[in-house]
């Protein structure tokens, strides 16, 4: 059969199937006219190639067994991929959870409002770092290559704010980047230096957008501290924060955060940090 006719027949294109020919693969038989007649045994290998290549096999690997006098070299072949395909899933599964955590994380901030104040168990300690140098040494030690599945923006708002009078004045913030402890824990690392904890425990959580993650008016936090002060509860900590959302209008960027600090500590974990 003719090229066409065999890509036709295994929907795999015309090109790919002359590069496994020349590379030895496939053996169909040069007419007079220098065109390739392909037989059923090529459509076997073909086949047989692509089943291998499914499996993850490279080109290589399944070019050096079909050369190979030993059939067991293809259980030690599949092995390797089985294994390979085991990694896959642990890190697919990972990232499943993390996504599950994001969508719980996504729904408490539209269920909470910029307006309302939500009183929450947090789940395990937040370490967030701040400042170029710490960040950098941080994400350095960390792995930044994989570790950015665990990381979230977090800003920075003193306790002293947070207690203090709410009054119309803006003030300076800081912008990080921050992780729970037991995401770090997971991974069997070193917590880097110079982290500011915000403590796990009972928190108080609002909304804020805003046009730049460097400065905020304090009325922006009426609502926490409003309930703060009515309820007789003194901040604990600094915010933390979760970048729920960025968003652009006729202006232009705007960040929607989760802010959030901690009211009461305590130990209750969470069946995300086991």
Same mark, same amino acid.
């Given at each position: 059969?003719?090229?066409?006719?065999? !890509?036709?027949?295994?929907?795999?294109?015309?090109?790919?199937?002359?590069?496994?020919?020349?590379?030895?693969?496939?053996?169909?038989?040069?007419?007079?006219?220098?065109?390739?007649?392909?037989?059923?045994?090529?459509?076997?290998?073909?086949?047989?190639?692509?089943?291998?290549?499914?499996?993850?096999?490279?080109?290589?690997?399944?070019?050096?067994?079909?050369?190979?006098?030993?059939?067991?070299?293809?259980? %030690?072949?599949?092995?390797?991929?089985?294994?390979?395909?085991?990694?896959?899933?642990?890190?697919?599964?990972?990232?499943?959870?993390?996504?599950?955590?994001?969508?719980?994380?996504?729904?408490?901030?539209?269920?909470?409002?910029?307006?309302?104040?939500?009183?929450?168990?947090?789940?395990?300690?937040?370490?967030?770092?701040?400042?170029?140098?710490?960040?950098?040494?941080?994400?350095?030690?960390?792995?930044?290559?994989?570790?950015?599945?665990?990381?979230?923006?977090?800003?920075?708002?003193?306790?002293?704010?947070?207690?203090?009078?709410?009054?119309?004045?803006?003030? !300076?913030?800081?912008?990080?980047?921050?992780?729970?402890?037991?995401?770090?824990?997971?991974?069997?690392?070193?917590?880097?230096?110079?982290?500011?904890?915000?403590?796990?425990?009972?928190?108080?959580? %609002?909304?804020?957008?805003?046009?730049?993650?460097?400065?905020?008016?304090?009325?922006?936090?009426?609502?926490?501290?409003?309930?703060?002060?009515?309820?007789?509860?003194?901040?604990?900590?600094?915010?933390?924060?979760?970048?729920?959302?960025?968003?652009?209008?006729?202006?232009?960027?705007?960040?929607?955060?989760?802010?959030?600090?901690?009211?009461?500590?305590?130990?209750?974990?969470? !069946?995300?940090?086991?």
């Amino acid at each position: 059969m003719k090229i066409n006719e065999l !890509a036709k027949m295994t929907q795999i294109n015309a090109e790919t199937i002359r590069m496994y020919r020349k590379m030895g693969f496939l053996h169909p038989e040069q007419q007079e006219n220098g065109y390739y007649d392909y037989s059923i045994a090529d459509f076997s290998s073909l086949v047989y190639l692509r089943k291998m290549r499914e499996y993850g096999m490279s080109l290589t690997d399944i070019s050096n067994y079909e050369n190979s006098a030993r059939p067991t070299d293809l259980i %030690q072949m599949l092995e390797k991929e089985e294994k390979t395909i085991r990694k896959q899933m642990e890190v697919l599964k990972e990232r499943q959870r993390f996504i599950r955590f994001e969508k719980r994380h996504v729904k408490e901030s539209i269920e909470t409002g910029e307006e309302s104040v939500q009183v929450l168990q947090s789940i395990d300690d937040k370490l967030d770092y701040y400042g170029e140098d710490v960040i950098m040494n941080a994400l350095q030690q960390l792995d930044a290559r994989s570790i950015y599945l665990t990381t979230t923006s977090c800003l920075r708002i003193g306790q002293d704010v947070l207690n203090g009078k709410i009054e119309d004045r803006e003030i !300076a913030m800081e912008a990080g980047i921050g992780l729970y402890r037991f995401m770090i824990e997971r991974k069997h690392l070193t917590v880097p230096e110079h982290a500011v904890i915000v403590p796990n425990g009972i928190c108080l959580s %609002q909304m804020v957008s805003l046009r730049n993650c460097e400065r905020i008016n304090i009325l922006q936090l009426a609502p926490m501290m409003t309930y703060a002060k009515k309820n007789h509860r003194t901040f604990l900590s600094d915010t933390t924060g979760y970048l729920a959302r960025i968003r652009h209008d006729e202006i232009g960027v705007i960040f929607d955060f989760r802010i959030r600090a901690c009211i009461e500590k305590n130990h209750i974990s969470d !069946a995300e940090t086991k």
